[in-house]
């Protein structure tokens, strides 16, 4: 898959780059990459294989929210790392990644798609049902299909319902925030996941017998709501790259040895592993949620705890 940064005004090195014959483009965000947003692009992957086409998918970095100052979470669904393999994994050829900036967030919807859209020779171009584009959003999905007339088709993607409700990056978010890792990953058509390299931590979970790999999760990834989780680790790099383990998470502060933190941690037990991992790269999917993290009034009430954790994480999921 190729990966092109695209700025505004477009590069001639990357109009030299264009196909010739043209291509077919899924624009988006697709922060997530759920299963709404695999609509959109499966239908410009599936028009690209009818016509003979290479597909693209134009995505933005950094998300418009940040440029725009919207006072809202930045923290994101899938970091852009993780998002570029998701385009791989459903068979787009080429990742335009757009560099938000306000010059490009001035541009009115008639001159995005004469100066960035009809340059990339765009055949077919794929949108969301509720897609907004050019300045303050004024471009909708029908106003697309209005200025590609002649020069491009456009398809325009329904809601994508799971048992009757909406799929949207939004549902997700609160999904995550309630802990409600299921949900999560039934809206996105997979595990929620975060990924992170090893990272020393205190050292205590291997004092009392439960040791614990403390992951530095990627910056910006969004964290879902304190407490314990059933997981499911899989080791990226190192000697044992490639394994996949069952294991038991935390996420939280931590509050039976810590008054306050100033970020919270994510810990990980491996069920059934003997090993180094620290400098490791780990991906970490959330499979199910046990309870909320709380403090326990002595060391011993915690690790009889921990215990009953891990029993029942191996319950859930027949580990």
């Not at 859209?117 to 300045?135: C, D, E, K, Y």
């Amino acid at each position: 898959m190729n990966i092109v940064n695209l700025e505004y005004p477009l590069s001639q090195s990357v109009l030299d780059e264009v196909p010739k014959d043209g291509q077919t483009l899924a624009i988006g965000g697709f922060d997530g990459v759920h299963l709404g947003h695999r609509e959109v692009i499966g239908r410009a992957v599936s028009e690209g294989r009818s016509r003979g086409l290479r597909t693209s998918v134009m995505t933005f970095h950094p998300h418009p929210r940040e440029v725009l100052g919207a006072k809202t979470d930045s923290s994101a669904i899938t970091p852009l790392d993780r998002k570029l393999e998701l385009f791989r994994e459903v068979g787009v050829d080429t990742v335009y990644v757009v560099s938000f900036t306000p010059a490009l967030a001035a541009l009115t919807p008639e001159k995005f798609v004469n100066e960035v859209l009809a340059p990339l020779r765009i055949r077919v171009v794929s949108v969301g049902f509720n897609f907004t584009f050019g300045h303050r959003g004024l471009g909708t999905s029908p106003m697309l299909k209005q200025l590609g007339e002649g020069r491009f088709d456009v398809e325009i993607a329904l809601p994508f319902r799971v048992g009757g409700e909406r799929v949207s990056s939004t549902l997700i978010r609160e999904a995550l925030a309630q802990g409600d890792v299921e949900r999560a990953a039934t809206l996105l058509g997979r595990p929620y996941n975060v990924s992170g390299a090893v990272v020393a931590g205190e050292g205590r979970g291997r004092t009392i017998g439960v040791p614990t790999a403390n992951i530095a999760v990627e910056a910006g990834s969004l964290k879902p709501a304190n407490g314990v989780y059933a997981v499911s680790a899989k080791i990226e790099t190192g000697p044992y790259a490639g394994r996949t383990l069952s294991g038991v998470m935390n996420v939280g502060f931590k509050p039976t040895f810590h008054s306050a933190l100033p970020v919270p941690t994510w810990e990980v037990h491996l069920f059934e592993f003997e090993g180094v991992l620290y400098g490791e790269r780990l991906a970490v999917s959330f499979l199910s949620r046990i309870r909320d993290e709380r403090k326990f009034d002595s060391v011993a009430a915690l690790i009889e705890q921990i215990g009953l954790d891990i029993q029942e994480a191996k319950r859930r999921i027949g580990a």
